[in-house]
């Protein structure tokens, strides 16, 4: 069993920034990857960003490659997500994820794990 919960949402204004956090605890494999995803009320939910638990391969959506940093602090079992450059279009709840064996890190169903979710506001 791994518990997730996630901290750093709230409201910006266009162009600024916040990190979002991730405290993982419980059962870990080898394999594992951390993962966000975002989701708009209406919407499937969206893969962001994700990393390995082991080692530094990373994974961005297109959307935020660029203005979104994914890392990891391995002592304090905690997964970051930094986000600059923020546009409205980046309204969502934020999501952590974990999966512990995944064939593919894009899709939600891989995920085995979630937090209860974080709201980003962006203000034009």
């Known amino acids: 069993q791994v518990q997730l919960v996630e901290s750093g949402g709230g409201l910006v204004q266009a162009g600024g920034s916040l990190r979002l956090s991730c405290a993982a605890s419980?059962?870990?494999?080898?394999?594992?990857?951390m993962g966000w995803f975002r989701q708009v009320p209406g919407k499937e939910r969206e893969f962001v960003a994700a990393?390995?638990?082991?080692?530094?391969?990373?994974y961005y959506a297109e959307s935020v490659k660029g203005r979104f940093t994914i890392s990891r602090d391995s002592a304090k079992n905690t997964v970051h997500l930094q986000m600059n450059s923020l546009k409205p279009e980046d309204t969502a709840v934020y999501y952590c994820?974990?999966?512990?064996?995944?064939?593919?890190?894009?899709?939600?169903?891989?995920?085995?794990?979630w937090g209860q979710g974080t709201q980003v506001t962006v203000s034009s």
């Open positions: 990393i390995a638990w082991t080692g530094s391969t990373t």
């Open positions: 994820a974990a999966a512990l064996d995944p064939l593919t890190v894009l899709l939600a169903t891989q995920y085995d794990y």
């Open positions: 419980g059962r870990a494999s080898s394999r594992q990857v």
